[in-house]
């Protein structure tokens, strides 16, 4: 079975930082584009950033200055630092990954369960 795993999120104050992992596991042959989305109450789900195999990234206007998404392909990972948090930023951050399995060798689209992230004083 593959999946994927998040951590890192929690409660932190305007203008703090935090940093969130998500890892695939399972039996993957290779993954390809990842990336960060998120959910607000009430509001659509939103793309936080992204980034390709070969490291180019792509952000959200929102995001763009505070959050850098960056993975280490040899684990798997993929990690957002977010700095400089709003209280707008308070939101459900899911990951994604467009991995390729070695029993299909097809692509599929993973999501994490999601982790909250709460920036209030």
Do not use: H
């Amino acid at each position: 079975q593959v999946q994927l795993v998040e951590s890192g999120g929690g409660l932190v104050q305007p203008g703090g930082s935090l940093r969130l992992s998500c890892a695939a596991s399972g039996s993957i042959f290779r993954i390809n584009d990842m990336g960060w989305y998120r959910q607000a109450p009430g509001k659509q789900r939103e793309l936080v950033a992204t980034i390709t195999r070969r490291g180019s990234t792509n952000y959200a206007d929102s995001v763009k200055g505070r959050f850098t998404i960056s993975r280490d392909n040899d684990k798997n990972t993929v990690y957002l630092q977010m700095n400089s948090l709003k209280p707008e930023d308070t939101a459900v951050y899911c990951c994604y990954a467009a991995a390729i399995t070695t029993s299909s060798l097809s692509q599929v689209n993973l999501w994490g369960q999601g982790t909250q992230v709460t920036v209030s004083s």
